[in-house]
């Protein structure tokens, strides 16, 4: 039975979804001005687990998580650049597609952007101003916090706890301080758009109300983002689509927790590690997802090299140990032991079922790993082929061990260095190459080599005793 925790009750609640065996999900995406980091990777991996255990499960799962690609910090780099706006979503659409691959996330069901969704979006400000939620001011649209008594639901906060907490600029055209805008009015050089109130762009919370309930209906089952979402877009989600309608948002609201850069965040090599490219390039993707699912998605996660650097050799261990079970299982033909399989699928199972406890679901695929070992050592084929089908079963739903070991090791002693497009065996046969040229009286060839080793980051040095190479 599975259990998760709902931000609206605070509390571990029996999932239970509206239609049986089927369930709604929506995600928060990114905005789309930059090269996503490992912030983003931690939302997008934990949603990734548990859209991937809910299909375990048996559920047949509608995963929606939106693009937005219209806002200020896309618009500032626009202008930056001198392209047009849509230019830098796309670019920056194309790298986020990069990162989730790299992450081994699957792809959700729908990615919706937001600049496709205009008309949906006035029609939802439209249905807002004829409830008198929301008011017309100089080309803006404000929603009127203070007509909806539930303001502040998911947050657990009273618009005067907000007021007392919140830096308040004066704006005349607010009714009231929290008040937050549905519609703005656009500047001369700006992307716009017609409205009933004149050119202009979307504020950013409307567009998940609008895209979710076009695409899930209201009220879906699960809502889903990072914990820095609560308040005020998750809140104002909730005004906007539940004022309109009049029925709840979504059953089940589930937050991610951060990632807590601690005494790293000043250093240089953390922040050179900030974005998924960066980590992947280094350690590769699956070392930083492998990171995410040892902590609870809840909880806030602690990043630093060197316990990613820990993550890439316990992958490589990991991969290690498959290789052996597949190349001692395919000699050695044996039936699998479905109760050995099933007693650590089971276990895992547990362990997700309690709010999608992904350190609890790592230790059952570590013990499987173990028993396999054992098991492989005395020669007991059977439970050592039971191990690697639980593994494998369990892989599909962290993304963590499931690639084909061979192809993994492998890919790790081509892995390009750092820096450099060219890996250690491919510097070494150069650098065997030169010494041939040299032997050979053909040192323009040497030279040449030693000249475009140099241009792609690598210093050779000569020595009595051969030569050897490091990075620039
Ligand atoms: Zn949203």
Same mark, same amino acid.
């Given at each position: 039975? $599975?259990? /998760?925790?709902?931000?609206?009750?605070?509390?571990?609640?029996?999932? #239970?979804?509206?239609?049986?065996?089927?369930?709604?999900?929506?995600?928060?995406?990114?905005? /789309?001005?930059?090269?996503?980091?490992?912030?983003?990777?931690?939302?997008?991996?934990?949603?990734?687990?548990?859209?991937?255990?809910?299909?375990?499960?048996?559920?047949?799962?509608?995963?929606?998580?939106?693009?937005?690609?219209? @806002?200020?910090?896309?618009?500032?780099?626009?202008?930056?650049?001198?392209?047009?706006?849509?230019?830098?979503?796309?670019?920056?659409?194309?790298?986020?597609?990069?990162?989730?691959?790299?992450? !081994?996330?699957?792809?959700?069901?729908?990615?919706?952007?937001?600049?496709?969704?205009?008309?949906?979006?006035?029609?939802?400000?439209? &249905?807002?101003?004829?409830? @008198?939620?929301?008011?017309?001011?100089?080309?803006?649209?404000?929603?009127? /916090?203070?007509?909806?008594?539930?303001?502040?639901?998911?947050?657990?906060?009273?618009?005067?706890?907000?007021?007392?907490?919140?830096?308040?600029?004066?704006?005349? !055209?607010?009714?009231?301080?929290?008040?937050?805008?549905?519609?703005? *009015?656009?500047?001369?050089?700006?992307?716009?758009?017609?409205?009933?109130?004149?050119?202009?762009?979307?504020?950013?919370?409307?567009?998940?109300?609008?895209?979710?309930?076009?695409?899930?209906?209201?009220?879906?089952?699960?809502?889903?983002?990072?914990? +820095?979402?609560?308040?005020?877009?998750? #809140?104002? &989600?909730?005004?906007?689509? &539940?004022?309109?309608?009049?029925?709840?948002?979504?059953?089940?609201?589930?937050?991610?927790?951060?990632?807590?850069?601690?005494?790293?965040?000043?250093?240089?090599?953390?922040?050179?590690?900030?974005?998924?490219?960066?980590?992947?390039?280094?350690?590769?993707?699956?070392?930083?997802?492998?990171? /995410?699912?040892?902590?609870?998605?809840?909880?806030?996660?602690?990043?630093?090299?060197?316990?990613?650097?820990?993550?890439?050799?316990?992958?490589?261990?990991?991969?290690?140990?498959?290789?052996?079970?597949? #190349?001692?299982?395919?000699?050695?033909? *044996?039936?699998?032991?479905?109760?050995?399989?099933?007693?650590?699928?089971? +276990?895992?199972?547990?362990?997700?079922?309690? @709010?999608?406890?992904?350190?609890?679901?790592?230790?059952?695929?570590?013990?499987?790993?173990?028993?396999?070992? !054992?098991?492989? +050592?005395?020669?007991?084929?059977?439970?050592?082929?039971?191990?690697?089908?639980?593994?494998?079963?369990?892989?599909?739903?962290?993304?963590?061990?499931?690639?084909?070991?061979?192809?993994?090791?492998?890919?790790?002693?081509?892995?390009?260095?750092?820096?450099?497009?060219?890996?250690?065996?491919?510097?070494?046969?150069?650098?065997?190459?030169?010494?041939?040229?040299?032997?050979?009286?053909?040192?323009? !060839?040497?030279? &040449?080599?030693?000249?475009? $080793?140099?241009?792609?980051?690598?210093?050779?040095?000569?020595?009595?005793?051969? =030569?050897?190479?490091? =990075?620039?």
């Amino acid at each position: 039975m $599975l259990k /998760v925790h709902d931000t609206l009750s605070g509390k571990l609640e029996v999932f #239970e979804p509206i239609n049986p065996g089927a369930v709604g999900m929506y995600v928060c995406g990114v905005t /789309v001005y930059d090269r996503s980091h490992i912030g983003h990777a931690r939302a997008l991996v934990c949603f990734d687990v548990i859209y991937r255990y809910l299909k375990f499960i048996g559920y047949d799962v509608k995963f929606v998580r939106n693009l937005t690609d219209v @806002d200020d910090k896309i618009i500032k780099r626009a202008v930056d650049r001198g392209v047009p706006a849509q230019q830098v979503s796309e670019e920056n659409i194309a790298a986020f597609n990069e990162d989730m691959a790299v992450l !081994r996330c699957l792809r959700p069901d729908l990615e919706p952007k937001a600049t496709e969704h205009i008309d949906e979006m006035i029609e939802l400000i439209g &249905e807002l101003i004829d409830k @008198d939620l929301a008011y017309e001011a100089q080309g803006d649209v404000y929603f009127a /916090v203070d007509k909806l008594p539930a303001y502040g639901k998911l947050s657990h906060r009273k618009l005067d706890d907000m007021m007392a907490g919140a830096r308040i600029e004066v704006d005349d !055209r607010k009714r009231h301080a929290m008040d937050f805008a549905l519609w703005k *009015a656009s500047k001369p050089d700006e992307p716009a758009w017609d409205s009933p109130w004149g050119k202009g762009r979307p504020g950013w919370h409307i567009e998940c109300s609008a895209m979710s309930s076009k695409y899930l209906g209201q009220p879906f089952d699960i809502h889903g983002g990072g914990n +820095d979402l609560v308040f005020p877009h998750h #809140e104002n &989600e909730i005004a906007q689509s &539940e004022g309109a309608k009049g029925c709840t948002l979504a059953r089940y609201w589930l937050h991610n927790g951060m990632v807590n850069l601690g005494t790293e965040k000043m250093s240089k090599s953390a922040g050179n590690m900030m974005t998924i490219q960066a980590c992947a390039e280094e350690y590769g993707g699956e070392a930083l997802r492998y990171l /995410v699912v040892g902590t609870h998605y809840r909880g806030p996660l602690d990043f630093s090299v060197e316990r990613l650097q820990e993550q890439k050799k316990g992958l490589d261990r990991i991969y290690v140990c498959l290789t052996r079970a597949d #190349e001692a299982l395919s000699q050695n033909a *044996a039936t699998v032991d479905e109760s050995t399989k099933a007693k650590y699928v089971d +276990d895992f199972r547990e362990g997700m079922d309690e @709010d999608f406890n992904t350190s609890r679901a790592l230790a059952s695929f570590h013990d499987a790993l173990r028993a396999m070992n !054992r098991h492989l +050592d005395a020669h007991e084929w059977s439970q050592a082929a039971g191990c690697r089908e639980a593994l494998r079963d369990i892989a599909t739903v962290l993304g963590v061990g499931a690639q084909d070991p061979c192809e993994y090791l492998d890919s790790q002693k081509h892995q390009t260095l750092s820096g450099c497009d060219l890996s250690a065996e491919e510097i070494e046969a150069l650098i065997q190459e030169r010494i041939e040229a040299r032997k050979s009286k053909n040192f323009a !060839r040497a030279d &040449e080599i030693r000249d475009d $080793l140099k241009a792609r980051g690598i210093i050779l040095e000569d020595s009595p005793s051969g =030569t050897t190479w490091k =990075t620039a």
